[in-house]
Structure formats: C-alpha cells, structure tokens
C-alpha cells in the first residue's frame, strides 16, 4: 500500500524555521522524485520544489529559492523541506507527492505528473 506521510507543520513567527518531513513506503523511493506542493485557503495548488531520488536534482520555485532547501535519506524512505525565512505568504497546507523520476526536468512543477499524494500538514506563519 502506497503511503506519503507528512509531518513537521505547525505556527511560528515570521523569520523562523520548521523542517517538514515527508516518509514514503509502499514503492520503490529510489525511482521517484517527491514534490512539495502548498494550498492555502481560497487559492489554487503551488508547486514549492522537487527532488529525483533517482540522481539528486532539485527544483525550487522563484518563491521559495534561497529560503527552502529540499533533501533526502534514502536510508529512511524520507524527504525532508528546510524552510527558513518563513513569511505569512509561506501559509498553506504543505503536501508532498510522488512521480516516476525519469523524465522529471522542466515539468517538475506539474501535479497531474504526480501519482501518489500525501494528506498534508499545515504551516502558519502568523505573529
């Protein structure tokens, strides 16, 4: 059974940090790539960034490049976001997902790319 589990959300003050985590079971993570993805309320999806298991390439959107860095354990079937210099425009539900890696490049950012999705975890940025 296929499983993305997210974790790590919560409230923190604007400049702050929070390491979300996403673990994966149930496929072979070393052939997919995970993506972040936030949804706040009345707006649409956001892709945030994306790393290939398969060779360790990442992808940021222009909103978060700098601020977040996205890395993986192979060991624990786990991707982790870093996101520092949060923002109150950072609040959403965070969601990661999972796609083939090969072929992932410039639509990194495309979600019906995506096969399996997790439930979310939420992140406000709020003093």
């Known amino acids: 059974q296929v499983q993305l589990v997210e974790s790590g959300g919560g409230l923190v003050q604007p400049g702050g940090s929070l390491r979300l985590s996403c673990a994966a079971s149930g496929f072979n993570f070393n052939n997919y790539a995970i993506g972040w993805f936030r949804q706040a309320p009345g707006s649409a999806r956001e892709e945030v960034s994306c790393?290939?298991?398969?060779?360790?390439?990442?992808y940021y959107a222009d909103s978060v490049k700098g601020r977040f860095t996205i890395s993986r354990d192979s060991a624990k079937n786990t991707v982790y976001l870093q996101m520092n210099s949060l923002k109150p425009d950072d609040t959403a539900v965070y969601l990661c997902?999972?796609?083939?890696?090969?072929?992932?490049?410039?639509?990194?950012?495309?979600?019906?790319?995506?096969?399996?999705w997790g439930q979310g975890t939420q992140v406000t940025i709020s003093s």
């Open positions: 997902a999972a796609r083939p890696a090969y072929g992932v490049g410039n639509d990194w950012h495309v979600a019906s790319q995506y096969h399996y």
């Open positions: 790393i290939s298991n398969r060779d360790g390439s990442t």
